[in-house]
């Protein structure tokens, strides 16, 4: 199967700063990676995502990006504010297959202080 | 959220009582998953179904089966529960045309 390794397991940034998360995968077929967002007590919410045949993906203050050679992909956010406090999950497809059975990192507790 | 529903919400039961938790959909999706989430593991498969009566293993499967009879409902079974079992379960639903997952809001079960 895929392994997915999620760094770092915490983080704290001040508000406005900006924080970055990376993971790596080890299926070098996998073609999809989504990053999933997860406040306490909630469900996992998608945020963004981006397919293997595409570098970078922007949505305002969130972006991901993605190196196939070295098999890994970040998180990026800017200009962080207070209700970015959450844990940030990773996740890959499993490589080649239609199933769509995603493995996840173990997430990151990300702090935003005001 | 995808119209996701997941019953019971919470539950507390004995060890080596079945255990049936329910996942629920209104969007026609053919993909359903269930998860477990333990602190420090994030999240893992436990099984998956990619149709009405198609479905497979995940990561963690053992101690647990699953049952798909209508495309709208997704049944996790706990034959035996155990202690290892306490978790926060949660269902996931995909459409065939994307690889986008949804969540529902989960339950959580504690085996005392």
């Known amino acids: 199967g895929e392994n997915v390794e999620q760094h770092p397991s915490t983080l704290s940034v001040q508000e406005g700063d900006s924080a970055v998360i990376k993971c790596t995968y080890s299926d070098s077929a996998s073609n999809y990676f989504p990053w999933y967002k997860q406040e306490l007590g909630k469900r996992p919410q998608l945020i963004i995502d981006i397919r293997s045949n595409v570098g970078e993906k922007k949505d305002q203050r969130i972006a991901v990006t993605l190196n196939k050679t070295a098999k890994h992909f970040s998180l990026h956010i800017t200009e962080t504010q207070p209700e970015d406090s959450a844990v940030y999950f990773c996740?890959?497809?499993?490589?080649?297959?239609?199933?769509?059975?995603?493995?996840f990192g173990r997430g990151t507790q990300l702090t935003v202080w005001p | 959220d995808a119209g996701i529903t997941q019953s019971p919400r919470h539950k507390v039961t004995e060890t080596g009582t079945p255990v049936t938790l329910r996942c629920h959909q209104t969007?026609?999706?053919?993909?359903m998953y269930w998860y477990r989430q333990d602190p420090g593991h994030g999240l893992r498969l436990i099984h998956y179904s990619y149709g009405v009566k198609d479905t497979d293993k995940g990561e963690v499967s053992d101690g647990y089966s699953v049952s798909r009879s209508k495309t709208e409902d997704f049944l996790l079974t706990l034959e035996s529960a155990t202690s290892s079992q306490t978790s926060v379960y949660f269902c996931?639903?995909?459409?065939?045309?994307?690889?986008?997952?949804?969540f529902g809001p989960g339950t959580r079960l504690t085996v005392t």
């Open positions: 996931a639903t995909r459409g065939g045309d994307t690889y986008e997952q949804y």
């Open positions: 969007e026609n999706h053919r993909y």
């Open positions: 996740a890959a497809t499993l490589g080649g297959s239609t199933l769509g059975r995603l493995y």
